[in-house]
């Protein structure tokens, strides 16, 4: 059974940083992606940034809201995912989640291509959401 457990959220002055983590289980650290995805009260939900491997190839995706500002990362031996947020603004405000999706196609130039690396219904598996909260 796959499953993702999300932390790391907290309340922060603007310009602080926070780092979000993402433990998976249940599966193996190969042919897949996972994502964080974000949700402020009463907007969709938002991908901002993906770390996928694909046959050993890491890629990534960065939502241009957050490029330059957040910085994912994956740890294998430790099945964790890292979203490292700095310069955090108000606007960042919201409940993050992690995903993921499995799958030979999965991180592969075309699933990039497609724009599948930000999209939530391109994930299957979900974990609870935890709340970045940023203060001006």
């Known amino acids: 059974e796959v499953q993702l457990q999300a932390s790391g959220g907290g309340s922060v002055q603007s310009g602080g940083s926070l780092r979000l983590s993402c433990v998976a289980s249940g599966f193996a650290f190969d042919n897949y992606a996972i994502g964080w995805f974000r949700q402020a009260p009463g907007k969709e939900r938002q991908g901002i940034s993906a770390?996928?491997?694909?046959?050993?190839?890491?890629?990534?995706y960065y939502a241009e809201s957050v490029k330059d500002r957040f910085t994912i990362s994956s740890d294998s031996a430790k099945n964790t995912v890292y979203l490292q947020m700095d310069r955090l603004r108000p606007e960042d405000t919201a409940v993050y989640y992690c995903a993921a999706v499995l799958g030979p196609d999965v991180g592969t130039n075309n699933w990039y291509s497609y724009g599948q690396a930000g999209l939530p219904n391109a994930y299957h598996y979900w974990g609870q959401g935890t709340q970045v909260t940023v203060s001006s």
């Open positions: 770390i996928s491997m694909n046959n050993r190839e890491y890629m990534s």
